[in-house]
Every structure is written in structure tokens, then in C-alpha cells.
């Protein structure tokens, strides 16, 4: 069980928005950044959102991060079937002293 | 283009040990702290270890504490990781991650690479 909790799942329709909420703690997302990573099935993860809600080069501005007290979201607009797969969210935690992940949300685009 | 490329899973019985490699390049290694991570079979992300830009300084999750030893070899580009005891709990598919900034924490989860990942199993 993480530390960081994520709904394990979520879905919606192409060209509709969803988000995907990371409740955290005092000992992680308050004090800390919180990133997003996608996992396509069969693939390595990618880095999708970090320092709460930068974008790399080649994310697409659909994807979008924020945080808000001891919680994180992904919000994804004009959702696309290549969009189905894992999402994580991750932040450093002090009572662990490392990074965590969140169990993860699966995606599905119906 | 930044490669991350690991090597050295296979099937090992309980108590056995192992050695993973990442092979790195396209960017500058020695400059970047590096991390492993793993997923068990249908399961979630568990970061496991991580290692300075200098290899000097050395981290890991409570689940691996003294049965994996993390280093690196910036002359050679690469990232190691010897798991020693190995137990059923630590199947899993083991990713290599390049830290995305200079000026973060050595144990930051901000990983902008990932390695494909090799599969570990461990099982009679």
C-alpha cells in the first residue's frame, strides 16, 4: 500500500477531459513536487509532468499537472485511444526518506 | 539521443544472486545522479536505489537494504546493481532512470529516462 493514493482506475471517451487525483500527506506533497509519469502497456514508464506542472519537450498541452495541499492531479483533455495505459504519480517523502510512487490509475479510453 | 539500455536479468533461485547493467549514453553521465526502480508482475513502481553523479554516495528502500549494492562506472557509461539473497518478492521487471536535473537531490523522483527494463525472476 503507497503512500501516495491514487483511484486504480479512471475512463472516459475520446475527446473528453479526465483527472486523475494523487492524495498525499504532510510528509510528501505539501512540502514537495509532485510528478506524473505514463506507462503504455508493454513499455518503460515516461516522464509526463514534473515540478507539479511542467511539461518535457513533446508532451502534448493536453496533459496537465497541478497541486494543491497534500494533493496532486493529471488532468488529460481530448483524450485519445493511445492514451490508455498506467499513470503514477511520485513524490519525495520524508518519513521514508526516498521517493514514492502511487499505486497507479489505469486508464481506459471506452 | 539519451539510451538507456539494461542487461543481466534472468530466472535465479532463492538465495542466488545477480548483476544488472544499464548502458548508457547521449548524455553527459557522470554529471547525473541515477536510480533503479522496479514493477512486480501487474503491480506498481517500488524505487529501490540510487546512486550520486560521483558514485560516492549510495541509497536504497528498506525492502533491498543490504542484499543490493547500487554503483556505477562513469568511465564506462554504465549503472550496476548486484542483488545478493534473492527472494520471490523481488520478481520484477528492474528499470534504470537518469535523474532530470543537476541541481535535484540525488534520490529525486524526477527520472526524465527510463530504460526498456530486464525481468528478474526468482523462483526453484
Known amino acids: 500500500q503507497s503512500v501516495l493514493t491514487q483511484p486504480p482506475s479512471a475512463s472516459g471517451t475520446p475527446g473528453q477531459s479526465v483527472t486523475i487525483s494523487c492524495s498525499g500527506s504532510?510528509?510528501?506533497?505539501?512540502?514537495?513536487?509532485v510528478y506524473w509519469y505514463q506507462q503504455l502497456p508493454g513499455t518503460a514508464p515516461k516522464l509526463l509532468i514534473y515540478?507539479?506542472?511542467q511539461r518535457p519537450s513533446g508532451v502534448p498541452d493536453r496533459f496537465s499537472g497541478s497541486k494543491s495541499g497534500t494533493s496532486g492531479s493529471l488532468a488529460i483533455s481530448g483524450l485519445r485511444s493511445e492514451d490508455e495505459g498506467d499513470y503514477y504519480c511520485?513524490?519525495?517523502?520524508?518519513?521514508?526518506?526516498?521517493?514514492?510512487f502511487g499505486g497507479g490509475t489505469k486508464l481506459t479510453v471506452l | 539521443e539519451v539510451q538507456l539500455l539494461e542487461s543481466g536479468g534472468g530466472l535465479v533461485q532463492p538465495g542466488g544472486a545477480l548483476r544488472l547493467s544499464c548502458a548508457t549514453s547521449?548524455?553527459?553521465?557522470?554529471?547525473?545522479?541515477m536510480s533503479w526502480v522496479r514493477q512486480a508482475p501487474g503491480m506498481g513502481l517500488e524505487w529501490i536505489s540510487a546512486?550520486?553523479?560521483?558514485?560516492?554516495?549510495?541509497y536504497y528502500a528498506d525492502s533491498v537494504k543490504g542484499r543490493f549494492t547500487i554503483s556505477r562506472d562513469n568511465s564506462e557509461n554504465t549503472l550496476y546493481l548486484r542483488m545478493n539473497s534473492l527472494r520471490g518478492e523481488d520478481t520484477a521487471i528492474y528499470f534504470c532512470?537518469?535523474?532530470?536535473?543537476?541541481?535535484?537531490?540525488?534520490?529525486?523522483?524526477?527520472?526524465?529516462?527510463w530504460g526498456h527494463g530486464t525481468l528478474v525472476t526468482v523462483s526453484s
Open positions: 532512470a537518469k535523474v532530470g536535473s543537476t541541481v535535484v537531490r540525488n534520490t529525486s523522483p524526477y527520472f526524465d529516462y
Open positions: 547521449g548524455f553527459t553521465f557522470s554529471t547525473f545522479a
Open positions: 546512486v550520486s553523479s560521483s558514485g560516492d554516495s549510495t
Open positions: 504532510n510528509s510528501n506533497i505539501v512540502s514537495y513536487y
Open positions: 515540478r507539479n506542472n
Open positions: 511520485a513524490a519525495w517523502d520524508d518519513s521514508l526518506s526516498g521517493p514514492v
